[in-house]
């Protein structure tokens, strides 16, 4: 079930939220909490509700042992083999041995690096292990975050999950964010995601760079537009979670894209991988080979993924040695430069195999026989270029800005009416069944 859908908009989630405001026991309010995500999990395949209530109770009970073993670190060590021997059973089987499983549970990597940062915040005592397992399955399995994330720490949602209010301010606030959201998706990501079929068998140099522009334009809308749907919920619901975007493509470096990127998986990432193998204090380059190679491998078990990783981690590296004093001195050139290579970056990413990605490179750069422009390519981009010029408009921080004067120092129904005009929209399009599923569905 998605949040972009007829049934969660006008069902599955108008139910949800009444059954948390009427609610005013806590325990009762997390009861039905996790009956509704559970439902929202099992929607596509009840099968997986299986998988995914093994490796909480398993988690639970690990995190209990933990906290009254001597060998903490032996535990700790036993939890995550077994969180990841899950994930590869379902994920990099596969990769690894050639059999395809029927299905992979959805959100099957989100939900398990939250559960290996509760481990590891348990075994730190950044938190005590939780006794109580009706909150940690609540923590879990919340559907506001299960199928792709933000992936939150449990240190930072363990007040939330024992005492949250549900208050106007917040559900106004938390409505906007979530129609923002919606726009983001149905209006900008799937009319992109049109194009970028259309654009699928170009064979010219302007169609292949239209098509790298097209996807770039597209995750971005697709994956920001999930994340401000997920946070706005939940903050209708009480919960608090932080931004997961921030506007990544003004970025003037590719550390800066990082920051401002996925937010959630980069902090897991050097919180959980990187500053434990010493960070830049020790073994910086090999630090960040692994980081890198693990973060491509996490999307996805292809070497395209490996390889987008790596690719990332060698211009990390470029940039700590030799290019950072430039990129600051010319921010300009700066934003260019991490705008281009984000792009070419995003080649790797949705290339089926390595020989297509190396491919459609060679057409973005002219090599062999390649022609400069077709038909389908011009039909593409005259049809389409107010939507690329409204992307471009989008994905700067211009909208923010008034958003923030039309609410605070203006008048807020300008916003309102602006996005209930915009939320007719996407139901009209959505009714006629032109959405798309997310792309990080399949992470």
Request: hydrophobic share 50%; with cysteine.
């Amino acid at each position: 079930m998605g949040f972009q859908t007829l049934f969660f908009l006008f069902g599955f989630f108008p139910l949800a939220f009444i059954s948390q405001y009427l609610t005013k026991d806590m325990k009762k309010r997390n009861i039905w909490l996790v009956i509704f995500s559970l439902f929202f999990y099992g929607w596509a395949n009840f099968t997986h509700i299986g998988v995914l209530i093994l490796s909480i109770v398993w988690n639970y009970l690990t995190g209990l042992w933990m906290e009254q073993s001597e060998k903490k670190k032996s535990v700790l060590i036993s939890g995550i083999v077994v969180d990841l021997l899950v994930l590869m059973a379902f994920k990099y089987t596969h990769f690894f041995f050639g059999i395809q499983p029927s299905s992979i549970p959805i959100g099957l990597s989100f939900f398990t690096f939250s559960e290996i940062s509760y481990l590891v915040d348990v075994y730190e005592t950044r938190t005590p292990a939780s006794h109580n397992l009706l909150d940690y399955t609540v923590y879990v399995s919340y559907f506001g975050k299960i199928s792709m994330g933000p992936i939150v720490p449990y240190h930072e949602m363990i007040n939330q999950l024992q005492d949250r209010t549900i208050q106007w301010t917040n559900i106004g606030q938390g409505s906007i964010r979530f129609l923002k959201g919606l726009v983001k998706k149905v209006i900008f990501a799937d009319s992109l995601a049109l194009a970028f079929t259309s654009l699928q068998t170009t064979t010219s140099l302007f169609g292949a760079w239209l098509l790298a522009l097209t996807y770039t334009f597209q995750i971005y809308f697709d994956f920001s537009g999930y994340s401000d749907m997920a946070i706005g919920l939940s903050e209708m619901l009480g919960f608090h979670i932080q931004p997961n975007f921030r506007h990544p493509y003004i970025a003037s470096s590719i550390q800066d894209f990082w920051r401002r990127w996925h937010i959630s998986l980069s902090t897991w990432f050097r919180d959980y991988l990187y500053i434990p193998l010493g960070g830049n204090r020790s073994h910086y380059i090999r630090n960040i080979w692994i980081v890198w190679f693990c973060t491509g491998f996490w999307h996805g078990a292809n070497w395209t993924f490996i390889v987008w990783g790596l690719y990332y981690g060698a211009l990390l590296l470029l940039e700590h040695y030799y290019l950072k004093p430039y990129l600051k001195d010319h921010p300009l050139i700066g934003h260019l430069y991490t705008f281009v290579l984000v792009m070419i970056g995003w080649v790797f990413f949705f290339s089926p195999s390595l020989s297509h990605a190396l491919h459609l490179l060679a057409l973005m750069f002219h090599i062999g026989q390649v022609s400069w422009i077709q038909g389908m390519d011009a039909f593409i981009f005259r049809s389409h270029w107010l939507l690329y010029v409204a992307c471009f408009i989008f994905m700067l921080p211009y909208w923010d800005h008034i958003e923030h004067v039309c609410i605070h120092k203006v008048n807020t129904w300008w916003m309102v009416g602006f996005y209930g005009l915009s939320f007719i929209v996407c139901v009209c399009m959505m009714v006629g069944s032109t959405y798309q599923t997310f792309l990080y569905a399949a992470f």
